[in-house]
């Protein structure tokens, strides 16, 4: 699954986020992989795309709550 809350793209894996990102024709230089959680920065524009490509709406503090418990070892 993909998760966006405007600013950020995450998903289940790694793997699935750098697929997507590559559908939406989203640079690889917006992947941060050395924060709490690896993700994409994204602008309105990748946003839409984004959304229209089927990743879910998510609140900023939703988004967190998936990174954390994708992510926290």
């Given at each position: 699954?993909?998760?966006?809350?405007?600013?950020?793209?995450?998903?289940?894996?790694?793997?699935?986020?750098?697929?997507?990102?590559?559908?939406?024709?989203?640079?690889?230089?917006?992947?941060n992989?050395?924060?709490?959680?690896?993700?994409?920065?994204?602008?309105?524009?990748?946003?839409?795309?984004?959304?229209?490509?089927?990743?879910?709406?998510?609140?900023?503090?939703?988004?967190y709550?998936?990174a954390?418990?994708?992510?926290?070892?």
């Amino acid at each position: 699954m993909i998760y966006t809350d405007g600013t950020f793209l995450l998903a289940d894996s790694v793997r699935e986020l750098r697929k997507f990102a590559k559908e939406i024709d989203l640079p690889e230089k917006n992947l941060n992989q050395t924060s709490f959680f690896p993700h994409y920065a994204i602008t309105s524009t990748y946003w839409e795309q984004a959304i229209q490509e089927g990743a879910c709406h998510v609140t900023t503090q939703e988004l967190y709550q998936i990174a954390k418990r994708l992510y926290d070892t």
